[in-house]
């Protein structure tokens, strides 16, 4: 059951994103370029799932602090900010502000077989690898 639902959740993710925009780096990198070509729209975008991620959270999760299929919901407090944190969010924004894409559009990208989207994937996927590899090397030096 949670398979299918994922699979649901993933369509209407990526289909939203499709029809967003959001799956185009043009798009992306406008609205980034706060001092040059600057394209508010996507703060539309943005500002509509915050409104309904705060929606789903204030009226289904929080109120149970479990997910509508049970699991556990982990929250920053449960890990803390930490330097691992801050040195891997600031590497996936410089690659998302030099690339134009986020790990979600370019899998919604993947079926145009863009060689660029291609390219992007295959090096993300190295770099979650790569990420995995140092961690459990830096846990292992402790």
């Given at each position: 059951?949670?398979?299918?639902?994922?699979?649901?959740?993933?369509?209407?993710?990526?289909?939203?994103?499709?029809?967003?925009?959001?799956?185009?780096?043009?798009?992306?990198?406008?609205?980034?370029?706060?001092?040059?070509?600057?394209?508010p729209?996507?703060?539309?975008?943005?500002?509509?799932?915050?409104?309904?991620?705060?929606?789903?959270?204030?009226?289904?999760?929080?109120?149970?602090?479990?997910?509508?299929l049970?699991?556990?919901?982990?929250?920053?407090?449960?890990?803390?900010?930490?330097?691992?944190?801050?040195?891997?969010?600031?590497?996936?924004?410089?690659?998302?502000?030099?690339?134009?894409?986020?790990?979600?559009?370019?899998?919604?990208?993947?079926?145009?077989?863009?060689?660029?989207?291609?390219?992007?994937?295959?090096?993300?996927?190295?770099?979650?690898?790569?990420?995995k590899?140092?961690?459990?090397?830096?846990?292992?030096?402790?």
């Amino acid at each position: 059951m949670k398979a299918l639902i994922g699979l649901i959740s993933g369509l209407i993710f990526g289909i939203g994103l499709t029809v967003s925009q959001m799956v185009d780096p043009q798009k992306v990198i406008n609205f980034l370029d706060v001092f040059g070509t600057w394209d508010p729209s996507l703060a539309f975008v943005m500002g509509g799932a915050l409104i309904v991620f705060g929606l789903g959270h204030w009226f289904i999760i929080r109120p149970k602090q479990k997910a509508v299929l049970g699991d556990n919901i982990p929250t920053i407090s449960d890990a803390g900010i930490d330097k691992p944190l801050l040195v891997g969010a600031s590497i996936f924004g410089i690659g998302w502000g030099l690339s134009g894409v986020c790990p979600g559009p370019a899998v919604a990208n993947f079926s145009s077989l863009n060689p660029a989207m291609l390219a992007f994937i295959f090096f993300m996927i190295i770099g979650l690898k790569l990420g995995k590899l140092t961690k459990e090397r830096l846990a292992a030096a402790r």
